[in-house]
């Protein structure tokens, strides 16, 4: 198993009628790039694997490249064999390190050695033949990607048919490959015919998502993540979102769809036959020698066995339990899935997209700590259902954003919704889009349509802008209703106005008083901003170079972000950014028209869930970030399903002067008291020394030549 929150590679072993879990390579917590043996091997972005038809060598996602596993005497040994993982994404054909992938999610070998991956990021197939201790990459169907990714839907042949970020694929008979058309909601097949690879489309509508059974394009596919073909040519599929594992039987020249186990829309973890199962986002498939099949079921973290009895689909948890991930709370008694993006509330805490549990999640201090509880949504139940506290239903809810009137604006997928305080309940209201139903069009409330909502947020006069997918788009009020229109976007990394501007990703947004709106683009590893001019809308890049990945600090174009997630503002106008697989916090200044870019938080590559000041500290994965007004930033660790807090440490200065020690501090640091004491042994005590007086931005104290207070300090006080 691939075990990308762990960042290690692990192996399950029967042992009667038992299951033991042994980890191979890597070791937990600890992430990075390295190749070696056993535990001194480093991951930081693991997914798709699979062996090879032999038995003999594993293989591996990790990052932007494919890592050949091989087992001798001396354990498991991991070496990059195609691709390079810290590496620019890109889409080159080539041989081995010389290669190039853009977020590759899927493997899938056959009996001659070759490995395909769908290559997600390029939206194309790409097949990697072995050359002697090397190999050679080479894309067999969808657009070559050797400029810019082209995605779409189009059978044909070879480089003329397209994909939609393609995330899983299968082998059968060597000459037909199956692969999971995520973005189209189709599976197709690519049949290699006269030495070229046809694809054609088995089973699904394009872009029309659903759950229902049905005969080639009748049926319907939410989300379509895994595949695995046995050796009588049927093909099982699981459907993430929607979570279900479906199976696909060929009659002649139909291919029949039916769901074995699960209930479309239905989460939980509950072992059982066909429709008493409940998988929470099944993300990996595997079919074993005997028949079987095995589940990956990511958001409860297990792993589930899959056997045929009769009709009847039988699911068993072989390894692994269900968390409890969803519990309300005080500090470490709280749980989280896979938080995602957060903000402040205006009042001293915090609001918590909580993706894995569907549901929107608010901190609190109290008591000089946190307490965490549900406003909407019932953790661990998915939908896309209007509603009141707990009655309201999410799906997948990745970003948020907060008005002057404290009402949060929630990212939900494929919608936009309000959450609206109303004395001690909270409303869920749609505002835009359709649970469900993605596209791209403009239009009035319930009548536009979005593909995959990642960023939000929030101007002054309560505008809307949220980044979809590589597009931005704006959602603005209008009397009662909402009105979206596309103001930028189209795939790409050019600045520009209006449309002529493209993004990778808009994945977090942030919108300061002057109407400025930040994104973190993604995977194009940039920071950009949009600034109003008029009716139009101008995008520049502010920081990091499109399409360079890297950790580096520095001014503008010479910094380098990896996946940059999230950003904030603070009071100040400092943005702080969530450098997702760098796993670090960044901070950017603007002195003049530049921006500087620092670390404040982790150390690149470097995973773990260790507390610490500045790059002491370790995150997994810190996807969200959020800073209240007091310059505390609060830290979505994402992979260790904890939210950090940061606190923002002021200077105390001092100088001696002939009318005594004048110390200084800024006025910011409310939550901080000027303490003094007449020495350090270890009965005595500090006392509370006055508060200062404000001197610009400073908080000024005068230590008189005649005072007993011969040592000071700054000491925070809890709120």
């Known amino acids: 198993m691939a075990d990308g929150y762990n960042s290690v590679i692990r192996q399950l072993s029967p042992v009667g009628t038992d299951w033991v879990t042994t980890t191979v390579l890597g070791t937990p917590g600890a992430g990075g790039y390295t190749d070696g043996t056993g535990a001194a091997a480093r991951f930081a972005s693991l997914s798709g694997i699979c062996f090879d038809s032999f038995s003999t060598n594993c293989y591996v996602i990790e990052g932007n490249s494919v890592k050949k596993l091989q087992k001798s005497t001396a354990g498991w040994t991991a070496s990059t064999w195609a691709g390079y993982p810290p590496s620019t994404p890109g889409g080159v054909d080539a041989g081995g390190l010389s290669a190039r992938f853009f977020d590759p999610q899927g493997l899938a070998s056959d009996s001659q050695g070759n490995v395909y991956v769908a290559d997600t990021g390029n939206h194309n197939i790409r097949k990697i033949t072995p050359e002697g201790s090397s190999c050679r990459v080479s894309t067999i169907a969808g657009a070559t990607a050797m400029t810019s990714p082209t995605p779409g839907y189009l059978d044909g042949t070879s480089t003329g048919a397209r994909f939609l970020n393609p995330r899983a694929i299968a082998v059968f008979n060597d000459t037909n490959l199956f692969v999971a058309d995520a973005g189209n909601r189709v599976i197709r097949k690519i049949t290699l015919k006269a030495g070229s ?48 594992l479906r199976k696909i039987t060929m009659q002649g020249t139909n291919a029949i769809v039916t769901t074995l186990a699960g ?25 074993g020698p005997t028949g079987e099949l095995f589940v990956a079921d990511t958001n409860d973290g297990t792993v589930r066995r899959v056997r045929f009895e009769g009709t009847n689909c039988v699911v068993q948890t072989i390894a692994g339990r269900p968390e409890v991930r969803r519990r309300d709370g005080p500090g470490e008694l709280a749980r989280f899935s896979r938080p995602s993006r957060m903000v402040a509330d205006g009042h001293g805490g915090f609001f918590v997209a909580d993706l894995g549990n569907h549901a929107i999640r608010r901190l609190v201090r109290t ?43 929630v990212a939900d997928l494929c919608r936009v919704c309000r959450v609206s305080p109303d004395g001690t309940n909270w409303i869920v209201t749609t505002l835009a889009g359709a649970d469900g139903k993605r596209g791209n069009a403009d239009g009035t409330n319930g009548a536009a349509r979005f593909f995959a909502v990642g960023g939000i947020a929030v101007d002054l006069a309560t505008n809307v802008l949220v980044g979809d997918s590589f597009l931005v788009r704006k959602i603005s009020p209008a009397g009662t209703n909402w009105v979206v229109t596309t103001i930028t976007g189209g ?136 800073v209240d007004d007091a310059g505390n930033v609060l830290v979505a660790d994402t992979n260790n399903d904890t939210i950090r807090f940061g606190v923002h440490v002021p200077a105390l200065r001092a100088i001696l002067t002939p009318d005594g020690l004048v110390c200084g501090w800024p006025v910011w640091a ?17 006392e509370v020394l006055s508060s200062g007086t404000v001197a610009g931005e400073d908080l000024i104290y005068t230590n008189a030549p005649d005072s007993s207070k011969r040592y000071l300090r700054l000491r925070l006080v809890p709120q």
């Open 197 to 244: 690879w046809v694809t054609t489309t088995l089973a699904g509508n394009p872009g029309v998502a659903g759950s229902a059974d049905g005969t080639n394009g009748g049926a319907r596919f939410q989300s379509p993540s895994a595949l695995a073909a046995d050796a009588a040519g049927n093909l099982f599929v699981l459907d993430d979102e929607a979570h279900v």
């Open 670 to 686: 409310s939550n901080f008291v000027l303490e003094g004491r007449v020495d350090l042994e270890p009965n005595g005590s500090w």
């Open 491 to 626: 795939w790409g990394g050019a600045d520009g106005t209006n449309g002529a501007a493209r993004f990778g990703g808009a994945s977090g947004m942030a919108a300061d008083a002057a109407g400025n709106v930040y994104v973190a683009d993604a995977p194009n590893h940039t920071i950009r901003r949009i600034s109003p001019a008029g009716t139009n809308w101008v995008v520049s890049t502010i920081a990091g170079l499109s399409l360079n990945s890297g950790s580096a600090d520095g001014t503008n174009a010479n910094a380098r972000f990896n996946y940059p997630e999230s950003v904030a503002i603070d009071a100040a106008g400092n943005l702080f950014v969530g450098d997702s697989q760098n796993a670090t916090v960044r901070k950017l200044t603007q002195a003049g028209t530049n921006w500087v870019v620092t670390t404040v938080g982790g150390l690149a590559k470097e995973t773990g869930s260790t507390d610490g000041v500045g790059t002491q500290a370790r995150f997994n994965r810190c996807e969200g970030v959020a």
């Open 367 to 409: 008591n000089g700590g946190w307490t965490v509880s549900t406003i909407a949504g019932k953790p661990g139940v998915i939908g896309g259902m209007d509603g009141t506290n707990d009655a309201a239903r999410f799906n997948f809810p990745k970003a948020l954003a907060v008005d002057a009137w404290g009402s949060v604006y």
């Open 263 to 287: 209930v479309a829309g239905e989460t939980g973890s509950a072992d059982g036959a066909n429709s008493e199962v409940r998988f929470n986002l099944p993300q990996g498939l595997v079919s």
